[in-house]
């Protein structure tokens, strides 16, 4: 049985920086792409960065594209999302996810690609 827990959320200012960490526990973190999503109140859950089992291949939603970073460290079962320049804009709880089957080396950016999902972590930008 998979599961993912997050921390590292905070509150912060704008143009901050924040580092989220991801634990997986289970047997298939070196088969499993993992991801970040997003939901703030009121609106739906949103992709925000992939990457492949290996870390060879990235993925990230255009708002974060320059500004945040997700890698995994495969020996700690570990992911992270690096985030930089932080807006208000990026207030939400953030989710960490795996997909444990994934299609070759492909980042799924939907919701029903990923089977396993921690608890989330709340993250706030003020201005």
């Known amino acids: 049985q998979v599961q993912l827990v997050e921390s590292g959320g905070s509150s912060v200012q704008t143009g901050d920086s924040l580092t989220l960490s991801c634990v997986f526990s289970g047997r298939t973190f070196t088969m499993s792409a993992m991801a970040w999503f997003r939901q703030a109140p009121g609106k739906e859950r949103e992709f925000v960065a992939g990457?492949?089992?290996?870390?060879?291949?990235?993925h990230y939603s255009d708002s974060v594209q320059g500004r945040f970073t997700i890698s995994r460290d495969n020996a700690k079962r570990m992911t992270y999302l690096q985030m930089n320049s932080l807006r208000p804009e990026d207030t939400a709880t953030y989710y960490c996810a795996a997909d444990t089957t994934p299609v070759a080396s492909h980042i799924a950016t939907v919701l029903r690609r990923y089977r396993y999902w921690g608890q989330g972590t709340q993250v706030t930008v003020s201005s």
């Open positions: 990457l492949s089992p290996t870390g060879g291949r990235t």
